[in-house]
């Protein structure tokens, strides 16, 4: 029984791109509760509230987005 090699090809490209959608949300999971929970671990920064509370929701959202799609690996349309 062949292995088709354009098959393959996908299956190592997906495994690929699923690793990295994983290793990106984490990433920015994490900075969006960091700055999240900024002042309680010890950081000041200078910005408005609104501004940080705002950059930390899109990181999480974001961040939560990539994990699911390298959950998914929905990375070929047929």
Known sequence: MA???QNKRRKQYSLMRS???YGMGVLILTFGFF???SEKLGFDFEME???KY????LCIVYGAWRIY???QKNYYSE
């Open 3 to 5: 292995i088709d090699p």
């Open 69 to 71: 799609r390298g959950y």
């Open 54 to 57: 705002f950059f930390s929701g």
């Open 49 to 51: 509230p609104f501004f």
């Open 35 to 37: 700055f999240l929970f």
């Open 19 to 21: 690793i990295l959608d």
